[in-house]
């Protein structure tokens, strides 16, 4: 199962922490990727990066919806 998380300037890395708390819960259960997903994008949430680069060291496993343009 692959679940999508909004990181931003906003809400930081708050529903990362939680969404990973519930992963190692259900670990026994189900098998559960988290993706890290930008959704203000890099270039109007200028901390975003920082933010995903965090997220990816905090145990997320893919990052996703980023715009090569």
Same mark, same amino acid.
């Given at each position: 199962?692959?679940?999508?998380? /909004?990181?931003?300037? =906003? +809400?930081?890395?708050?529903?990362?922490?939680? $969404?990973?708390?519930?992963? %190692?819960? *259900?670990?026994?259960?189900? /098998?559960?990727?988290? =993706? +890290?997903?930008?959704?203000?994008?890099?270039? $109007?949430?200028?901390?975003? %990066?920082? *933010?995903?680069?965090?997220?990816?060291?905090?145990?997320?496993?893919?990052?996703?919806?980023?715009?090569?343009?």
């Amino acid at each position: 199962t692959r679940t999508h998380v /909004d990181v931003d300037s =906003v +809400a930081k890395t708050k529903a990362v922490e939680a $969404v990973l708390e519930a992963k %190692e819960e *259900l670990k026994d259960l189900i /098998d559960i990727q988290v =993706v +890290a997903f930008a959704q203000s994008g890099f270039f $109007v949430d200028l901390e975003s %990066e920082s *933010l995903i680069r965090k997220s990816l060291d905090m145990g997320c496993d893919l990052v996703g919806g980023v715009d090569p343009a």
